[in-house]
């Protein structure tokens, strides 16, 4: 089974509010991803964690919080939701393991709405 | 850096005509290459993958593509195609030997039929 999950499917959100998503994977993957992706436009890689250490890209580093409390969940976090924040986010996941390290599973993603 | 470019924004045929999306990637070296796909309301699953060996490779639901190094190319393409495989399709590199794990997206070419 290499079914990536994520809840919920759809939020809404005010603007100044924080927002929780969540990801969970059952296949022991060692890397999980959060992606955020706009409409026409690419996914863009927000942070990811390699077992219990987080990596956040730098331009987006304090905009993004994330905690992953065993292996198979992780969560994103967004302390004060702007207008901007709008989009779809994606969770994926990999096992770093020959080849199959450049391959990532991805969940059907949580599509966020600020208001 | 490495980067991926998907020249066509939008790609619009006939049921059961054949189906092209174009791929030119930037790298220095060789790269892993991958063709994701995303249906509507769903996440990006794996239609192919190419590392190494024959330049053509197979995927699911007669999808193949062709890696050309002399052209830094990776085209998809499917000889007759379906209503089902109206989606998004990305086509992602990946730059072994980097030290790196990161996917590099393309902007996405939305495939659909015409009505």
């Known amino acids: 089974d290499t079914t990536v999950k994520q809840n919920p499917r759809y939020k809404l959100a005010r603007v100044g509010k924080p927002v929780n998503l969540i990801c969970s994977q059952t296949?022991?993957?060692?890397?999980m991803y959060w992606y955020q992706k706009k409409p026409n436009q690419a996914p863009k890689l927000l942070l990811f964690?390699?077992?219990?250490?987080?990596?956040r890209e730098a331009d987006t580093f304090e905009k993004f919080q994330s905690s992953r409390p065993n292996n198979s969940f992780c969560s994103l976090y967004i302390g004060s939701a702007g207008l901007e924040y709008s989009a779809m986010y994606l969770c994926?996941?990999?096992?770093?393991?020959?080849?199959?390290?450049?391959?990532?599973?991805f969940g059907p993603g949580t599509r966020l709405t600020v208001l | 850096a490495q980067s991926v470019t998907q020249p066509d924004a939008r790609v619009t045929v006939s049921e059961g005509a054949s189906l092209q999306l174009r791929c030119k990637y930037s790298?220095?070296?060789?790269?892993?290459l991958f063709w994701y796909v995303q249906y509507p309301r769903q996440g990006l699953q794996l239609l192919l993958k190419?590392?190494?060996?024959?330049?053509v490779v197979q995927g699911v639901n007669g999808f193949e593509a062709e890696f050309s190094k002399s052209n830094s190319s990776f085209h998809l393409r499917k000889a007759s195609v379906h209503w089902s495989d109206s989606a998004v399709y990305f086509c992602?590199?990946?730059?072994?030997?980097?030290?790196?794990?990161?996917?590099?997206f393309g902007k996405g070419t939305k495939f659909s039929l015409i009505p």
């Open positions: 994926a996941s990999r096992i770093n393991r020959g080849r199959s390290s450049y391959e990532q599973y």
């Open positions: 296949m022991n993957h060692d890397t």
């Open positions: 790298y220095s070296g060789t790269p892993y």
């Open positions: 190419y590392y190494s060996g024959d330049p």
């Open positions: 964690y390699y077992d219990k250490i987080l990596n």
């Open positions: 992602v590199l990946s730059a072994p030997g980097t030290g790196s794990n990161r996917l590099t």
